[in-house]
T-cell receptor, first 109, second 114 residues
Framework: GQNIDQPTEMTATEGAIVQINCTYQ??????LFWYQQHAGEAPTFLSY??LDGLEEKGRFSSFLSRSKGYSYLLLKELQMKDSASYLC??????????WGAGTKLIIKP | SQTIHQWPATLVQPVGSPLSLECTVE??????LYWYRQAAGRGLQLLFY??????ISSEVPQNLSASRPQDRQFILSSKKLLLSDSGFYLC?????????????FGEGSRLTVL
């Protein structure tokens, strides 16, 4: 079967670093994605990993280990505007996205 | 550049009433189109997807239906809404042949069924 799991909620301090983990199980895998979703808004694309390793994009980085079925999103120099839900999703063998329930990130001053 | 719009943004409907949500894409041809629903505190649930005009695949059996009368138009409908239909509905598109996870979402439609 397929499943994907991420923490429901995390809290961090402005200016700090936070890592949001995502684990998945699937027989067919074509990449893992991270999206950011502010309350009441549509998700926006953050990153895509198809090979193992770290992809860095400004303050955000995403890591993938296919053998472990594991990914994380790393956010540095946290800002209040980073308060949002972060969704991970993998692309299965039919090229359909399987979504996690999202991690609500709360940033405190 | 490509754009996607959906409407209405917010609606409150009584149980048993009909529903019609519309979505249009501009700046691209023959996109894959999707309807998702997001219940409060839950992940995105794929409802329908379409790879072309008149081609609709349903992921979840329910009282909702979808139609694609034109290449860049995708409509979500219901004849009689249920309380459980409340949620945040998102239309999205991806290019055919490059069906990656970089879906582009519309603004969303928040439906409350009373």
């Amino acid at each position: 079967g397929q499943n994907i799991d991420q923490p429901t909620e995390m809290t961090a301090t402005e200016g700090a670093i936070v890592q949001i983990n995502c684990t998945y199980q699937t027989s067919g895998f074509n990449g893992l994605f991270w999206y950011q979703q502010h309350a009441g808004e549509a998700p926006t694309f953050l990153s895509y990993n198809v090979l193992d390793g770290l992809e860095e994009k400004g303050r955000f980085s995403s890591f993938l280990s296919r053998s472990k079925g594991y990914s994380y999103l790393l956010l540095k120099e946290l800002q209040m505007k980073d308060s949002a839900s972060y969704l991970c999703a993998f692309l299965d063998s039919n090229y359909q996205l399987i979504w996690g329930a999202g991690t609500k990130l709360i940033i405190k001053p | 550049s490509q754009t996607i719009h959906q409407w209405p943004a917010t609606l409150v409907q009584p149980v048993g009433s009909p529903l019609s949500l519309e979505c249009t894409v501009e700046g691209t041809s023959n996109p894959n189109l999707y309807w998702y629903r997001q219940a409060a505190g839950r992940g995105l649930q794929l409802l329908f997807y379409s790879v072309g005009i008149g081609q609709i695949s349903s992921e979840v059996p329910q009282n909702l239906s979808a139609s694609r009368p034109q290449d860049r138009q995708f409509i979500l409908s219901s004849k009689k809404l249920l309380l459980s239909d409340s949620g945040f509905y998102l239309c999205a598109w991806a290019l055919l042949g490059r069906d990656t996870g970089e879906l582009f979402f519309g603004e969303g439609s928040r439906l409350t069924v009373l």
